[in-house]
């Protein structure tokens, strides 16, 4: 059986690592997976030294991770660069975890309203018509894809973490809920909005929200 604490969840650190790096050190997990909004002023690995080597660290993108930047090129371009779980399902602990980076956007899809755009390939085409050159900007690289949800949903995981929220919450979005359920998830972790709550969605799905900077176990409860 998988023990509670194999496995911790990082809620937006917004440049504060102290409380993960202490986390680590007392409960020595497998593995940390930290759920979006780093705020890095310098590359991922500089704040997190001290643990790097004695846990592995996977990590998915929040909306603050694009903007400035400096910020995106500080998580995207850093040493742990090939930890990211978005769009992945990764065995870690003898949990199969997916990951589910970025925001619903407005311009592209905002559940459950119908998508703007059903993928990168195709804005790229339609947008670069008008204007050159035709790489999307770091606002676009933000948004939750319908063509890659839809590419995630078709995976099966015991764990899905997100920065956006399910239906769980008032600012949540029924489009999570969907891919909970189609993963066949037992559990869902999110961050962004910065509030510790279980609870349980359809099929039994528990939820869990995790505060910003709070570190909790594979039970939900705060370390
Ligand atoms: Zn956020």
Same mark, same amino acid.
Not at 17 to 31: D, G, R, T
Not at 146 to 165: G, S, Y
Not at 177 to 196: C, I, R
């Given at each position: 059986?998988? #023990? ?20 680590? %050190? ?24 001290? =643990?790097?080597?004695?846990? %592995?660290?996977?990590? =998915? ?24 779980? @978005? ?9 199969? =975890? ?17 998508? %703007?755009?059903?993928?990168?390939? @195709? ?29 995630? %949903?078709?995976?099966?995981?015991? =764990? ?25 998830? #037992?559990?869902?972790?999110?961050? @962004? ?31």
């Amino acid at each position: 059986m998988t #023990k509670k604490r194999s496995v911790l969840f990082a809620g937006d650190p917004h440049g504060n690592f102290a409380p993960l790096i202490s986390a680590v %050190k007392q409960c020595q997990p497998e593995a940390v997976v930290l759920l979006g909004d780093y705020d890095l002023k310098k590359p991922l690995q500089d704040y997190i030294q001290s =643990i790097i080597g004695k846990t %592995k660290i996977w990590w =998915i993108p929040g909306n603050h991770d694009f903007d400035p930047p400096e910020h995106y090129h500080n998580l995207f371009s850093s040493q742990l660069s090939g930890q990211s779980l @978005h769009l992945k399902v990764i065995n870690i602990a003898g949990l199969r =975890i997916a990951g589910l980076g970025g925001i619903f956007l407005g311009r592209v899809w905002y559940p459950p309203y119908s998508p %703007k755009w059903q993928s990168k390939k @195709h804005f790229i085409q339609v947008s670069s018509e008008f204007t050159s050159p035709s790489a999307l900007s770091l606002k676009y690289k933000s948004a939750i894809w319908p063509e890659e949800w839809a590419q995630l %949903k078709k995976l099966k995981a015991d =764990i899905l973490v997100t920065h956006e929220a399910p239906k769980s919450h008032k600012h949540g979005f029924i489009a999570i809920d969907q891919l909970a359920e189609a993963m066949g998830v #037992k559990q869902v972790f999110h961050g @962004h909005l910065h509030e510790h709550y279980r609870t349980e969605i359809r099929q039994g799905i528990e939820v869990v929200g995790v505060r910003d900077a709070q570190i909790v176990d594979l039970f939900g409860e705060e370390v």
